[in-house]
């Protein structure tokens, strides 16, 4: 077998290693593919650089596919730059596409517009001469354009390439194949509308996506159940978004059921989804005056953070510590004070350890303190309320000097204080902070 066969039957190898779900192995076979092509393309340029390119584009694909998102960048930037020395216009396409898809996974969405949108002026303009095989890249495109765009936060921009994608994919969608595409540009659409504070044109394209991946999940729901999911979940923030909880509610209830389901057999990928939705339904209770309805919900979001952060501390003890305190408020809110204030507590302790390594933190940090200091003197302990207010205000002198924006939360805390100092007896020290909080209310009256 020639060296040339030998370079084909590897990476055929490597395609079939990557469909059954064995992307390292896919990267080891496509790496000596690409050792093989190099050499040749050394002594053969005019022959064998498209391979070299075609072959580090899949090892982009299996790089990624196995978690090594930087080394993907590279080879693929190796393959655009190969292409463009070519006359390969659909090969150098399909590389941006890659390319902006990685560049969005490490959290770079401004570079990957850049990619997307070189390889979207491509695909329209093979589209013009070869409609029937290129307007379908060019929807694929154009949708994730649209995503890196929002995720760039240029939501005008997305809308118009999410628009695009829509109307092509409704075009070639028909009752066989293409529905499931359409039903993604569909919600992306409704999540770009929200983000432009256009609640009511959002909702029929979320309610559209959500009914074609109904369909499509009742036919094969190992498939398309997650899709569902994530779009009910999107339809019910447009019917928040809306003012609509009522509407909202059978809508998060059925994304929890499913997502519940979903982690019954990957608990790993769908726990936090999970919780999150939890959060929502919280949101949607509060929304419609039941607190009491909330506390249970919370209840079961905080356990599930509190699981994950114990394997997952840097991602999730952020989630559980708003949760925690979340939760402190709603027990308030139905009267369970008893309940509230070791919640207020664990709230500080998790926000005071956050705060030492990020002190972005110090301003929940402060709140959660204000929060345990109104607990506190609920339960008539007001030499520690005084602690915690005394070091919520100190915690907001400092924000406000560098964020004149944080000044009205400067002046509730001060009041709070002064509440404090009057129940102890002190009155002089009441009097100073109530009147340094009215003056910073007098000095920013629009804020007040």
């Known amino acids: 077998m020639s060296t040339p066969d030998v370079a084909r039957a590897l990476s055929e190898r490597s395609v079939s290693l990557f ?17 093989i092509y190099r050499r040749l393309a050394e002594t053969h340029p005019g022959r064998y650089r ?9 090892l982009g694909t299996y790089c990624s596919a196995s978690g090594h998102t930087d080394e993907a960048i590279r080879v693929t930037q190796e393959a655009v730059a190969i292409y463009r020395t070519l006359d390969a216009p659909s090969g150098l396409a399909l590389s941006l596409s ?49 995503a890196y765009l929002l995720e760039s936060s240029l939501p005008a921009e997305a809308l118009t390439a999410t628009q695009e994608a829509v109307a092509i994919r409704r075009q070639l969608a028909d009752a066989d194949s293409g529905r499931d595409a359409l039903a993604g540009s569909l919600n992306n659409l409704a999540t770009t509308l929200l983000e432009l ?51 909202a509610l059978p809508v998060t209830e059925e994304t929890l059921a499913i997502y519940r389901r979903l982690a019954g057999t990957r608990p790993d990928r769908y726990l936090p989804e999970v919780a999150r939705t939890l959060r929502n339904l919280d949101l949607t209770y509060r929304a419609m005056g039941r607190p009491g309805h909330a ?19 840097a991602r999730y003890r952020p989630f559980l510590a708003n949760a925690v305190f979340d939760l402190a408020v709603r027990l308030s809110d139905a009267g369970r004070h008893a309940e509230a204030l070791p919640a207020k507590q664990e709230a500080v302790a998790i926000y005071r350890e956050l705060a030492e390594t990020h002190p972005g933190y110090r301003r929940h940090l402060g709140i959660s303190l204000h929060n345990l200091g109104n ?30 924006d944080e000044r009205p939360l400067l002046a509730r805390f001060l009041t709070g204080l002064s509440a404090i100092y009057t129940t102890l007896g002190r009155t002089a020290e009441a009097e ?5 909080g009215e003056r910073i209310e007098r000095d920013d009256p629009g804020d007040s």
């Open 50 to 58: 498209e391979e070299l390119a075609g072959s580090l584009r899949s």
């Open 375 to 404: 607990g506190l003197l609920e339960w008539e302990r007001p030499a520690e309320a005084l602690a915690a207010e005394q070091e919520a205000v100190a915690i907001f002198r400092e924000l406000a000097e560098v964020s004149p």
């Open 295 to 313: 506390v249970p919900v919370l209840r079961e979001a905080v356990a599930i953070y509190r699981e994950l952060a114990e394997t997952h501390p």
């Open 19 to 35: 469909l059954q779900g064995r992307p390292v192995d896919a990267l080891i076979s496509e790496q000596e593919v690409v050792t």
């Open 197 to 247: 504070r256009r609640p009511a044109e959002a909702l029929p394209a979320a309610q559209e996506a959500v009914a074609i991946c109904r369909e499509l999940a009742e036919k094969n729901p190992g498939r398309y159940l997650p899709d569902l999911a994530g779009f009910l979940s999107n339809l019910g923030a447009v019917f928040a978004a809306l003012g609509n909880p009522t509407d």
């Open 432 to 436: 100073a902070a109530r009147e340094e």
């Open 98 to 146: 890659n390319l902006g898809h990685y560049l969005a996974s490490s959290g770079r969405p401004a570079e990957a517009v850049t990619a997307v949108r070189e390889a979207a002026a491509i695909y329209r303009s093979l589209a013009e001469t070869h409609p029937g095989r290129y307007r379908d890249d060019l929807a694929g495109s154009l949708h994730r354009l649209g």
